[in-house]
């Protein structure tokens, strides 16, 4: 292949193209992110095109917020004043409870008015809010209630709450409130265009005053709780906060307003948002990289995948037990995934699997689709010779298996009859199922390891696909603790490690031999007695 490559002009593979773009999308957005958090500044040669801050680094700041039923500043009492905070800078957290209004019990609102600005000034006088940021956001959300959920074994509930389609008013129970303490000269010509939809200018000067925000993209369904009394508990806290994450925050605002608008569902947006903000800046922009090479590697392991089984002749050496159990596996996996609402960032993956591992399934037992007119005929093509000496390995092996895999799954799904709640029998039969490919799903894997043991050779696994694989399942045990996913989910990713290393202790046990049969049905000596 080098000297091919010498005497002509080497044409890029498939593989060096994914690399490439995955690197440059890569090199891309870090070079985006550098100049998030690097706006650029005013010239001290042109400062009639300078916007500079109205206060300076020095000045005390304080902070005031107000409960109000209405959304606008009129008709604000001292009396509605619900935290003064003289010295903002030694204000951090205040927990509280707040009385509920009457009209806001009856399925109304509630809003809170916040004010940022120095001492000796009050909102309370028009004269004086011109002197201060604020801004207004609401405590309270209307949303249609979780399901309920039962013991089918008792019939009692376990939650009680209402099913009902209505949604009603909801208190939300933080208040996050931000600040830039920085004092950044923007250029007035270059001013990022959500930072310019955040600043509130002074008068009609070209001085902004301090730059407030409200975080509300941190509240999520699960935090949302019924208003089922007078007094509901309130946690308000305070933090400053760089130009480039504010900017991280607004555009991140924006894109969940344009998912809003495509059609994602609630419960989708709040599992994007938990990636966002459930962890660390520094790990979800780790994450965000790993990312582009997670999705490089899942493109590799299907092109590998497809071009393994597409070439594939014969099913010497590999277990079609095992393909039966993964193609089941990979259909109760979706199922539960899709009744338990998983974010589609998980769902969508594992639904193109199942397609995948039914598409080998065919190719396995040689299944082709014939049309007479409108008429399909299934027929399955015939099993060869060298391939009976697999299939009685697989069925020992699998006799063996169904001793201790038919009695756990019974047990545990008996288990959770008795003792877990579920939405429905359909429920709780997929939880049961899904829960025994989990526990003992490295189980089915076992029918591959006697089949290899026996023909003492792993060279008919498609072992550049498994490579890609690998590499994706330790990029998951990172993932695992960052998207929103099922627990008993996130356990099988750490046992899919085991099983690649048993995998691998096999390859390392089992040396390369020429007379094997590799992953195309041939082996190297036959190809030189053709050549011969």
């Known amino acids: 292949n080098k000297v091919a490559c010498k005497m002509a002009v080497c044409r890029p593979t498939f593989v060096h193209v994914a690399v490439a773009l995955t690197l440059f999308a890569v090199g891309y957005y870090s070079f985006t992110l550098y100049r998030m958090f690097h706006p650029p500044q005013c010239s001290q040669s042109a400062p009639q095109h300078c916007v500079t801050p109205f206060y300076g680094q020095n000045t005390k700041l304080g902070l005031w917020i107000f409960t109000s039923t209405k959304k606008t500043f009129s008709g604000l009492k001292k009396s509605d004043m619900l935290l003064h905070a003289p010295a903002l800078k030694d204000f951090t957290k205040k927990e509280m409870n707040v009385t509920i209004p009457v009209s806001t019990r009856k399925n109304g609102s509630l809003y809170v008015h916040v004010f940022l600005g120095p001492e000796g000034k009050s909102p309370l006088q028009s004269s004086d809010r011109q002197h201060m940021s604020s801004a207004t956001v609401s405590l309270t959300k209307y949303s249609i209630p979780e399901a309920q959920a039962f013991n089918l074994f008792t019939g009692s509930a376990t939650k009680n709450l209402s099913g009902a389609d209505t949604p009603v008013t909801h208190w939300i129970p933080w208040l996050h409130i931000h600040s830039v303490e920085e004092d950044w000269h923007f250029n007035l010509r270059k001013i990022p265009a959500e930072i310019w939809r955040t600043l509130q200018f002074f008068q009609r000067t070209a001085q902004y005053l301090p730059i407030l925000y409200v975080n509300r993209l941190k509240v999520t369904r699960k935090h949302l709780k019924p208003l089922l009394s007078d007094q509901m508990p309130l946690e308000i806290t305070y933090s400053p906060v760089s130009v480039g994450q504010l900017r991280l925050w607004l555009t991140f605002g924006e894109s969940m307003k344009s998912m809003t608008a495509l059609g994602f569902s609630e419960k989708q947006l709040d599992d994007i948002k938990g990636v966002f903000f459930d962890t660390s800046l520094w790990l979800f922009l780790i994450t965000m990289f790993v990312t582009f090479f997670h999705l490089l590697f899942d493109v590799l392991a299907f092109k590998s995948d497809i071009s393994f089984w597409r070439g594939r002749k014969t099913m010497v050496g590999l277990s079609t037990r095992t393909l039966e159990w993964t193609c089941f596996s990979q259909l109760v996996i979706f199922f539960y995934l899709l009744d338990?609402?998983?974010?589609?960032?998980?769902?969508?993956?594992?639904?193109?699997?199942?397609?995948?591992?039914?598409?080998?399934?065919?190719?396995?037992?040689?299944?082709?689709?014939?049309?007479?007119?409108?008429?399909?005929?299934?027929?399955?093509?015939?099993?060869?010779?060298?391939?009976?000496?697999?299939?009685?390995?697989?069925s020992e092996a699998m006799h063996y298996l169904s001793y201790?895999?038919?009695?756990?799954?019974?047990?545990?799904?008996?288990?959770?009859?008795?003792?877990?709640?579920?939405?429905?029998?359909?429920?709780?039969?997929?939880?049961?199922?899904?829960?025994?490919?989990y526990a003992f799903g490295f189980l089915f894997m076992l029918p591959q390891l006697f089949l290899n043991y026996k023909l003492k050779s792993v060279a008919h696994l498609p072992w550049r696909a498994f490579m890609y694989k690998a590499f994706n399942t330790f990029i998951d045990d990172l993932f695992a603790f960052i998207i929103v996913v099922p627990t008993s989910h996130r356990i099988a990713v750490f046992r899919d490690d085991l099983v690649f290393l048993v995998y691998l202790y096999q390859r390392w046990l089992y040396p390369v031999d020429k007379t094997r049969v590799n992953e195309f049905g041939e082996s190297f000596e036959e190809q030189k007695l053709h050549k011969d």
């Open 340 to 394: 338990e609402g998983t974010s589609v960032l998980v769902l969508v993956p594992a639904g193109v699997a199942s397609v995948i591992e039914f598409w080998k399934l065919g190719k396995a037992f040689k299944i082709r689709i014939k049309w007479s007119g409108l008429i399909p005929t299934i027929e399955r093509g015939r099993q060869l010779d060298v391939e009976k000496t697999t299939e009685s390995f697989d």
């Open 404 to 437: 201790v895999l038919y009695p756990l799954v019974i047990a545990g799904a008996l288990y959770q009859l008795v003792y877990s709640s579920y939405r429905s029998w359909y429920s709780w039969m997929i939880h049961s199922l899904v829960n025994g490919v």
